[in-house]
């Protein structure tokens, strides 16, 4: 079954400095994998997938995530961390079902990035 | 472009009533998605409609829930005799396709408390 997993419920940074929001999967065959942040009262927005290609993903407000198959990891980061960056981070896998088709998605339990000014 | 929308944004309603949570995707967006999100469960899928094939109806914890999307757009998550556990978010999503390199736009969520 696939499952994903964020290690850290929190991750305090200061403003300026970088960050690091960690993800880790178990998936059979081929992993697609997104990152998705969540601010207060509100729904998911995409940040960024990762489907073939390249390891290192860039993608909206400056975050990019780097695939590691070895390591089966996803991390979130940023180099300059925003105190606007505040908010809940979730990491998901796609999940195909038994049909191979549905698309769905797993996701982490999420974890609450706090930037400090 | 719009999003995707879902009305009502907030549902109190007593244990035991029928609750109904709307849908709207994204035009053109065949996909459609409906998960849960509640403190002790996290993010949980609930189904999902892909055209006219038959709803993955695979997440939906008890035969009291129940989905339908007409039109192949609308969609309408259906709770009979709600119960307090009943209480989350749902948000809905949609997607161009199950394929998988689509990601899921999400709406803004209904949140429903049973009391």
């Known amino acids: 079954a696939q499952s994903v997993a964020q290690p850290e419920d929190q991750v305090n940074v200061a403003e300026g400095n970088p960050l690091t929001v960690k993800c880790t999967y178990s998936?059979?065959?081929?992993?697609?994998l997104f990152w998705y942040v969540q601010y207060p009262n509100r729904g998911l927005q995409f940040l960024l997938k990762?489907?073939?290609?390249?390891?290192l993903v860039k993608g909206s407000y400056g975050f990019e995530a780097e695939f590691n198959k070895s390591q089966t990891s996803f991390h979130l980061k940023k180099p300059s961390a925003l105190v606007s960056d505040s908010a809940l981070y979730f990491c998901?896998?796609?999940?195909?079902?038994?049909?191979?088709?549905?698309?769905?998605?797993?996701f982490g339990q999420g974890t609450t990035l706090q930037v400090k000014p | 472009g719009a999003g995707v929308s879902q009305s009502p944004s907030n549902k109190v309603t007593e244990k035991g009533k029928d609750v109904e949570l709307r849908c709207d995707p994204i035009s053109g967006h065949t996909a459609l998605y409906w998960y849960r999100q509640s403190l002790g469960q996290g993010l949980e899928f609930l189904i999902y409609f892909q055209g006219n094939s038959a709803p993955d109806k695979s997440g939906l914890p008890s035969d009291r829930f129940s989905a339908e999307r007409t039109g192949g757009s609308v969609s309408t998550l259906t709770i009979q005799r709600t119960q307090q556990e009943d209480s989350a978010v749902y948000l809905c999503?949609?997607?161009?396709?199950?394929?998988?390199?689509?990601?899921?736009?999400f709406g803004p969520g209904t949140r429903l408390t049973v009391t």
């Open positions: 999503a949609s997607s161009l396709s199950t394929g998988s390199s689509y990601e899921q736009y």
């Open positions: 998936v059979s065959g081929n992993p697609y």
């Open positions: 990762y489907i073939t290609g390249d390891n």
């Open positions: 998901a896998v796609r999940d195909p079902g038994s049909s191979g088709n549905t698309g769905k998605l797993i």
